[in-house]
C-alpha cells in the first residue's frame, strides 16, 4: 500500500501566518491527491482535489502543489477558523490511504 | 442540494455484526461511488471500501477483507457498510462519503459511532 507521510504532525501559528504543510508519497502516484480539514466532531471537509484544485466554496487562501511524491498544502494568511487538523489522501491506488494528519493549533 | 444521511449510533458485543446506512439524496446516485471511512478515538482516517452503486462493484484494504461488505440499493439511493465478528478496535465512528473510483469524495455523512463492548 502506498504510505502517505505529512510534516510536521502538529503546528503552532497565529492569524495572519503563513502555513505549509507537506505530504510524502512512498510511491509516484500522479496528481491524484487530495487535501481535507476537520475540526473536532465533524466529518472531513474537501479543500483540494487533484493536488492542485480548490473544491467550490473554498477559500482562495487554501492552495495546493505537486505532483508524483511530493506535495504541498498552504494557507497563506491563517483566519481564526483554520485552526483544524488537515489529512491528506492518495487515490491513485487501492487501497486509498489517508496521512497520518496535522493539527493546527494557536 | 446533495445529502448523506447516516443511521445512528450503535452498540454491539464482540463477535457481534454492524450495518450501518447511508442515504443520499439531491444527485443521481448510480453516478457516483460511495466510501466508506472510519475514525477511531483520538486517531486519523482509515479508508474502509468503496461501491460503485451502478454496477455493485467493491474495493476493500486487506485489513478487513473478508469481514467487510459494502452494498448499495439503487431503489432506495442507500448504500450500507456491514462489519462482521467485530472486535473492540473496530470502535470508531464511520463515514459515508460520495465519490471513489476516480471521483474525489466531496460531500460526507455526520458520521455514525460504532461501539463493540461486552
Known amino acids: 500500500a502506498v504510505q502517505l507521510t505529512q510534516s510536521p504532525s502538529s503546528l503552532s501559528a497565529s492569524v495572519g501566518d503563513r502555513v505549509v504543510i507537506t505530504c510524502r508519497a512512498s510511491?509516484?502516484?500522479?496528481?491524484?491527491l487530495m487535501w481535507f480539514q476537520q475540526k473536532p466532531g465533524r466529518a472531513p471537509n474537501l479543500l483540494i482535489h487533484?493536488?492542485?484544485t480548490l473544491q467550490g466554496g473554498v477559500p482562495s487562501r487554501f492552495s495546493g502543489s505537486g505532483s508524483g511524491t511530493d506535495f504541498t498544502l498552504t494557507i497563506s494568511s491563517l483566519q481564526s477558523e483554520d485552526f483544524a487538523t488537515y489529512f491528506c489522501?492518495?487515490?491513485?491506488?487501492?487501497?486509498?490511504?489517508f496521512g497520518q494528519g496535522t493539527k493546527l493549533e494557536i | 442540494q446533495v445529502q448523506l444521511v447516516q443511521s445512528g449510533a450503535d452498540v454491539r458485543k464482540p463477535g457481534a455484526t454492524v450495518k450501518v446506512s447511508c442515504k443520499a439524496s439531491?444527485?443521481?446516485?448510480?453516478?457516483?461511488?460511495i466510501t466508506w471511512v472510519r475514525q477511531a478515538p483520538g486517531q486519523g482516517l482509515e479508508w474502509m471500501g468503496w461501491?460503485?452503486?451502478?454496477?455493485?462493484?467493491?474495493n476493500y484494504p486487506e485489513n478487513v477483507q473478508g469481514r467487510i461488505t459494502v452494498t448499495a440499493d439503487t431503489s432506495s439511493t442507500t448504500a450500507y457498510m456491514e462489519l462482521k465478528n467485530l472486535r473492540s478496535d473496530d470502535t470508531a465512528v464511520y463515514y459515508c462519503?460520495?465519490?471513489?473510483?476516480?471521483?474525489?469524495?466531496?460531500?460526507w455523512g455526520p458520521g455514525t459511532q460504532v461501539t463493540v463492548s461486552s
Open positions: 489522501l492518495q487515490d491513485a491506488f487501492y487501497p486509498y490511504t
Open positions: 510511491q509516484g502516484i500522479r496528481h491524484d
Open positions: 439531491g444527485y443521481s446516485f448510480s453516478s457516483y461511488g
Open positions: 487533484g493536488a492542485t
Open positions: 462519503a460520495r465519490g471513489g473510483g476516480g471521483d474525489y469524495l466531496d460531500y
Open positions: 461501491i460503485n452503486p451502478y454496477n455493485g462493484n467493491t
